[in-house]
């Protein structure tokens, strides 16, 4: 069999199991595990997987520019915003972290409700500052071109003087096993210190994210409270989260 039909078998594999191990891929291809190492490191080095212990995953579909995230699963995205609306009450201080679902909610809130907003969002503090009834403290720090986002020691010491109510987390990748990662590290920080000040976490994740994993580890799949996504909360995909003590919305 020649290397290119094994990648490929590999990636198909993948795509209908949403992990591949070490063991399975060399008895199904009829070669050594070393052999499907290098395959899977070969296909990771080319973006086309993640590479884990034991075998890969999926690495998260869709662009990480935020111009370009805007425009990409807009609709998804949408229904996301308005079923998290939900979570939100008068009076709660709330952490909006950088994420375009995120910026969609600060696009919806009721004009009569009154949150105390924290972000390092510059496209969310743009958004609020119309917004009445809403306080808008923002991090300060060096900004992440490609998020539009401050980053850095100044931003993770900001988040940690507060105790949100809830954390409205975009999500890049989350997978039952591995947890919630992102593609880049100072972000991925920042998300941590957002996550750790916060009683609440509602992730925010179209479908197509879940199962996926990125190269920085954010937090357990366990930390979260909820995750809200474009899909009917019934769905029996959603068990292996809904068995994690996670509510599917």
């Known amino acids: 069999m020649l290397k290119e039909e094994r990648f490929q078998i590999i990636l198909d594999q993948l795509g209908h199991e949403q992990k591949v ?12 595990e070393d052999t499907v190492r290098r395959d899977i490191k070969e296909l990771a080095d080319q973006g ?26 807009n609709d998804q995205k949408q229904i996301i ?7 939100l009450k008068d009076g709660q201080v709330v952490i909006f972290d950088g994420g375009t679902s995120a ?13 105390t907003v924290i972000t390092n969002s510059f496209p969310i503090a743009s958004i609020l500052e ?18 539009f986002v401050t980053i850095g020691n100044d931003a993770i010491q900001f988040f940690k ?4 109510d809830i954390c409205l987390l975009g999500i890049c990748s989350i997978h039952a096993d591995l947890g919630v990662t992102g593609p880049n590290f100072e972000e991925s920080e920042v998300k941590r210190t957002m996550i750790e000040s916060s009683k609440e ?25 909820a995750i809200v996504t474009d899909k009917e909360a019934e769905n029996e995909d959603f068990n292996i989260y809904r068995n994690l003590g996670i509510s599917m919305v």
Do not use: W
Request: hydrophobic letters at 40%; a positive charge; aromatic letters at 8%.
């Open 21 to 32: 191990y070490l063991g399975h891929l060399s008895t199904l291809l009829n070669v050594s």
């Open 48 to 73: 086309l997987l993640k590479s884990v212990r034991g075998g890969a995953v999926p690495h998260s579909p869709g662009p990480h520019h935020f111009r370009d995230r805007i425009k990409y699963d």
């Open 81 to 87: 915003a308005r079923k998290a609306l939900q979570f």
């Open 103 to 115: 910026m969609l909610i600060a696009q919806m809130l009721p004009k009569d409700l009154k949150l």
């Open 130 to 147: 119309e917004h009445e009834h809403v306080e808008v403290l923002f991090a300060g720090g060096r900004l992440l071109k490609d998020s």
């Open 161 to 164: 003087k507060f105790r949100a």
């Open 201 to 225: 976490v509602i992730a925010l994740a179209t479908t197509e994210k879940l199962g996926t994993a990125e190269a920085y580890y954010v937090c357990r799949t366990e930390r979260l409270s």
